[in-house]
């Protein structure tokens, strides 16, 4: 069975995932959030996401991670902290060897439920079922990062099946 992590990053909320797969089963391990505080100056909350991601990676063991990248319509102020964070978590793959690739919400919402447009609710649901969950996962940014480690799980093994390419490597 393969362990892919999966990664929401955020500067308040870094959501995590960690699924094992075996073909074209899957199994949810843990899913959960790294929270940081706004009472703490930015440097702390980047220290913050780094050891979570590393006691994640020391504990859980991923052969490989997907993470969701950076979307913006609405909010640009949030934009360059999001993305401090995001900067911290590719560090941590990189300097910890974990193989990653990254992928758009869109890309997420089509590997799991089939269409690029659907609804947060309809993500949630679909993981449910897929992963054999008793609820559905929550919050929106740990569902994301599960979203994320079964997006993975299967273009990465598309990939490698068609192209023999290799998931990125920082």
Known sequence: MKVILGIDPGLASTGYGIIKCAGSRFR?????????????????????????IT???TTYDPEEAGIETIYFSKNFKS???VAQARGVVLYTLASRGVPFAEYTPLE??????????????????????????????????????????????????????VAGSEPNHV
């Open 108 to 161: 997420l919402k089509q590997a799991v439920v089939g269409k690029g447009k659907a609804e947060k609710i309809q993500v949630q649901e679909v993981l449910k079922m897929i992963l054999n969950l008793k609820e559905l996962p929550t919050p929106d940014h740990a569902a994301d990062a599960l979203a994320a480690a079964f997006c993975h799980a299967n273009y990465s093994s598309f990939r490698r099946h």
């Open 79 to 81: 934009a360059i902290p």
């Open 28 to 52: 949810c391990i843990v899913h959960g959030m790294i929270r940081t505080s706004p009472r703490d100056g930015m440097g702390e909350r980047l220290v913050q996401i780094h050891r979570g």
């Open 55 to 57: 006691d994640i990676i």
